[in-house]
């Protein structure tokens, strides 16, 4: 598992036990310990900071093509200076796991006392933090609390389990106490290009906090949770007391999902409205995410699959004979265009057609032609 659009993986019988399609409302059982959690709103940088210097598979092709050029330039200027160690920045998610760093830490408010306090940490604390996500995957929990404990045998044991392309996971496993080092020059360099977009940054996180009041004082935790995040249903999870929100502009589509013992963190995408707009002409980025998505032919199948019934990731991957991969590719676009609501209960993962989507497709854009 990584920071990712699509959440947790299947179960390893995705049929057996598959719950039928979820209906508007669901119970919340007030007697249980799940229900003691809080959301909490995390407007800080600082998520940014790290989610602008990861790389993910896919184009930020929501970014405007001034920071697509910032972005570019100023990773070609960190390779240039730190070599083949800037790769463990960005080519295997790293940047973002670290971010577990800073969901533990609220008091960490610039990034300047995050800088700090990543390479102050024991490399023991720094590297439980970073492989909080995989400790709840039930087939690596205990490797990882054995390596986030200096364990050298579970540390070997879980690389093992890596993939690859993991390359930044397979360092840190490998040499914490180098890892750790590079760590830190990595992020002090990023800093430094970071700070002259900051500003603007942080007002766009700040517009966006400001666009929710009304839904903060009139949803559910549940709704707010899912039209937050534009179609994650999290149902609550025995022993979870934080739910954090963080707005961010280049996890854009997508939201970036994070897991410790007691938190679960969804850095969402911001919305199209806390964007400063430049072209008068230019189509409301939800209109080109919605004719996007819908100009696939698998996409357009996984749509008419869950115009079904709802299914897992697995169950999408065995009917269409596609890799899991690919279909975890698609499912996120169908997800930022509103499409595909995704439905986590725990470590169970299913996905659902949003018909109300469907219906208003076309309106979205006759609105914006005849604007």
Do not use: C
């Amino acid at each position: 598992m990584s920071a990712r659009p699509a959440t947790r993986r299947s179960p390893a019988n995705p049929a057996a036990g598959r719950p039928e399609a979820p209906a508007s409302a669901r119970v919340r059982d007030f007697a249980s310990p799940a229900a003691g959690y809080a959301i909490e709103w995390d407007v800080r940088p600082v998520y940014d900071f790290l989610f602008s210097l990861a790389k993910e598979e896919d184009s930020p092709e929501d970014l405007p093509e001034a920071d697509r050029t910032w972005r570019t330039e100023a990773r070609a200027a960190l390779v240039a200076d730190l070599g083949d160690a800037a790769d463990e920045g960005f080519a295997s998610g790293m940047a973002v796991h670290i971010a577990a760093v800073a969901v533990e830490r609220p008091e960490l408010r610039t990034v300047d006392a995050f800088l700090d306090t990543v390479g102050s940490l024991p490399t023991a604390d720094l590297v439980q933090s970073i492989l909080s996500d995989f400790a709840r995957d039930p087939d690596l929990g205990e490797l990882v609390e054995r390596a986030s404990a200096g364990d050298a045998d579970a540390m070997a044991a879980l690389r093992e389990t890596m993939p690859e392309h993991k390359a930044g996971f397979q360092a840190l496993l490998a040499d914490p106490d180098g890892a750790h080092r590079r760590i830190v020059r990595i992020l002090r360099a990023w800093a430094t290009p970071f700070a002259t977009i900051e500003p603007r940054i942080s007002a766009i996180l700040q517009r966006d906090h400001a666009l929710r009041a009304a839904d903060r004082g009139t949803l559910s935790d549940a709704e707010l949770i899912e039209r937050t995040t534009g179609g994650i249903r999290w149902l609550p999870e025995v022993g979870i007391r934080r739910v954090v929100l963080a707005p961010s502009y280049f996890s854009r589509p997508y939201n970036f999902l994070l897991a410790g013992d007691d938190w679960r963190f969804f850095g969402y995408p911001v919305a199209d409205d806390a964007l400063e707009a430049e072209d008068r002409l230019a189509p409301p980025p939800a209109v080109v995410r919605l004719h996007r998505a819908l100009g696939d032919e698998t996409r357009l199948r996984i749509l008419k699959l869950l115009s079904g019934h709802d299914l897992y990731l697995t169950e999408i991957a065995q009917q269409l004979e596609l890799s899991k991969p690919t279909i975890s590719h698609h499912l996120a676009l169908l997800r930022a265009a509103g499409l595909v609501t995704i439905v986590e209960e725990g470590s169970v993962t299913y996905y659902s057609l949003r018909r109300d989507r469907i219906e208003t497709a076309s309106t979205d854009l006759a609105q914006f032609l005849v604007s």
